[in-house]
């Protein structure tokens, strides 16, 4: 027990130490580090992009607005790009399988001084973090740049343009010295503009209040006009004192450095990761050569005990196949013997229908033999006249006939023939024509079911009409339905099914004589038909004795039944139940003791694929 115990431990531990060995070997993602290597220069190209056009649009020679923006954007975006890439590598809500791979990294390193450069997951997201503070902070003071700037372009056009057409409607009134002054005022004040140091805004300032008392020397229609342009030049001070305010952080390189510092600690991480690695690779190596030569050695004393083990195996695979052959023969004579008995209820199914058929034809032979008799007797008895209406035909055809011989032949007619008896005797015949008619039809329609029935046989597939189906059942087993049974039909139009006639006519049969017989001779049997979504249902109702709730799940297993010894053989549902499975098909048992039984089943129709709906029922 302590040994293999001992065994037992040994054992781990080799696999412990070969997994520990295995997650320091891997884990590095070179098309990460790389990604993250190549996002970091773009933010310090950006940012030193960003600078320099700010210093381009501090002279106010051209309008980078759009430019700063984009910049500005686009160094939001690379920075989000660059904390997704580093939570790809530094992931601190790790699963347990990287939490423990850290741990198992940290420990070596910690006897490895020349991967004392590693950072963890923690540290680097704190590091990340305050990159991503001073992002915010660089791009909100661009931001404010860009739109200063912005700001005072558009006010110095406007003052610009303003101050022309003020001083060119001057000019047109006569005061071209007072137009003059004002223009070159304007003038001066944005030049000074252009500088952006605190001396010319001081200047600026005062120039506009000089400039603003020569508001009341205007016309009383420009008052307003210049007063607006005097107060968007008083704006233009902030605005340009913000921008060389933001500049200044722009320039400071503030997020250039910590760009550069996070640049250096992601290389120093991945080469101490890399280091690790390539030690970790090379033990890796030595102790699989190791463990290799353990499982030579456990493999050679295991082939001896795997020799020993297949002879036992094939002693024990000869039992097996005897036991074997023993129960696939048992099987074999269970499975003929259901057949047998399958072919046996088909066989009785068929007996009972032939017996009812030949009583069927029996009845109607047996009064066209009758009338056909009497029909004999009565030609017999016109004969006679007919024999003296030829000789009075003949008599009166021939060019030379007396008329004495024509009126003896009608004097013996007379005797011989009754006007009544004709009259009579013509009805008689008539009505026996009917009846004989009638009779023969019956026996036509019976001889074309049985014929419909054998033609149904000879197809393996076709697509049969179920209404028709029920109609030549209901003609074949008419000896059954005679005396207290009333047969109810309703009949939906219905698509045709795609099916083997000869088996639903099976069904049909068998239903339909379950359903007599459970009535005993009286009742309503109920025939319907109806199209429910795609299924084509059958529904055969009667009103016999039904069937208890205890053997309501039981009436579809083979041989079992509630009839009486030598009554049935149980297997007549059991085979319906098999033929509607084999058409993909579904039936339904509904009944209650003393009220009868309920069975519909369900088909799919010939031009609706059911395999989606089987599978979703089946599911």
């Not at 070969?18 to 933010?43: K, M, N, V, W």
């Not at 060389?244 to 992601?266: P, T, W, Y």
């Not at 393996?460 to 209404?467: A, I, L, M, P, S």
Request: charged share 25%; aromatic share 6%; glycine share 6%.
């Amino acid at each position: 027990m302590l040994k293999n115990a001992l065994s037992f431990f040994a054992v781990a531990a080799a696999v412990l130490l070969l997994a520990a060995l295995y997650i320091l070997s891997t884990g590095l993602d070179d098309d990460a580090q790389r990604r993250l290597d190549l996002t970091l220069g773009h933010l310090k190209d950006t940012s030193i992009a960003i600078e320099r056009d700010a210093r381009n649009a501090r002279n106010l020679a051209v309008d980078n607005t759009s430019r700063l923006e984009a910049l500005s954007t686009n160094l939001s975006s690379s920075v989000d790009q660059f904390g997704q890439e580093l939570s790809g590598i530094y992931l601190v809500d790790a699963s347990v399988y990287i939490a423990f791979s850290e741990q198992l990294r940290s420990g070596y390193n910690f006897f490895s001084a020349r991967n004392q450069g590693r950072i963890d997951s923690k540290q680097m997201t704190e590091d990340f973090a305050a990159l991503d503070q001073s992002a915010v902070w660089f791009t909100g003071k661009t931001n404010s740049f860009t739109q200063s700037l912005s700001v005072y372009l558009n006010l110095q056009t406007s003052v610009s343009k303003e101050s022309r057409l003020i001083s060119q409607e001057l000019r047109q009134q006569g005061k071209r010295l007072q137009a003059d002054t004002i223009f070159q005022s304007v003038q001066q004040i944005l030049s000074k503009g252009l500088s952006g140091s605190e001396q010319d805004l001081i200047q600026i300032r005062k120039q506009i209040a000089s400039l603003k008392q020569k508001q009341a020397q205007l016309p009383p229609n420009q008052v307003s006009r210049f007063s607006n342009m005097i107060a968007e030049m008083h704006r233009m001070v902030p605005n340009r004192r913000t921008m060389e305010s933001e500049l200044e952080n722009i320039s400071s390189g503030r997020f250039l450095r910590q760009v550069s510092n996070m640049k250096e600690r992601v290389t120093r991480d991945y080469l101490s990761r890399l280091t690790t690695i390539n030690e970790s690779r090379i033990l890796l190596n030595v102790y699989t050569v190791m463990l290799l030569l353990v499982l030579i050695y456990f493999g050679a004393r295991l082939a001896n005990s795997y020799r020993v083990l297949n002879r036992s195996h094939d002693e024990l695979e000869e039992r097996v196949q005897d036991r074997t052959q023993d129960l696939e023969s048992a099987y074999q004579n269970l499975s003929d013997s259901q057949v047998q008995l399958v072919q046996a209820e088909k066989m009785s199914s068929l007996g009972q229908l032939v017996a009812g058929v030949m009583h069927e034809i029996n009845t109607p032979l047996l009064y066209i033999k009758n009338n056909t008799e009497m029909v004999s007797t009565n030609v017999e008895e016109f004969s006679t006249t007919m024999l003296l209406v030829k000789d009075i035909v003949e008599t009166v055809s021939e060019a030379d006939g007396s008329s004495e011989v024509l009126q003896k032949q009608l004097a013996d007619l007379c005797k011989v023939a009754d006007p009544e008896t004709i009259q009579e005797n013509l009805e008689e015949i008539s009505t026996l024509a009917g009846d004989t008619k009638d009779g023969l039809e019956q026996i036509s329609e019976l001889v074309q079911s049985l014929k419909d029935f054998s033609r149904l046989d000879r197809a393996n597939e076709d697509r049969f009409d179920v209404r028709e189906g029920l109609e030549k059942t209901l003609v074949i087993t008419r000896n059954m339905i005679k005396g207290g049974i009333e047969v109810e039909k309703h009949f939906e139009k219905v698509p045709d099914i795609l099916c083997a006639p000869s088996q639903i006519n099976q069904i049909f049969i068998n239903l339909i004589t379950n359903a007599i017989q459970a009535m005993d001779g009286k009742g309503k049997l109920t025939l319907s038909t109806q199209l429910v979504e795609h299924w084509v249902e059958v529904v055969v109702q009667d009103e016999g004795c039904g069937i208890s709730e205890e053997h309501i799940s039981k009436v579809l297993d083979p041989f079992f039944t509630t009839k009486p010894v030598g009554k049935g053989t149980g297997l007549g549902l059991s085979i319906v139940n098999q033929i509607v499975e084999e058409h993909h098909g579904t039936i339904d048992i509904s009944s209650k003791p003393g009220v009868g039984t309920r069975i519909a089943i369900r088909l799919p129709q010939a031009d609706h694929d059911m395999k989606e709906e089987r599978d979703v029922a089946a599911a």
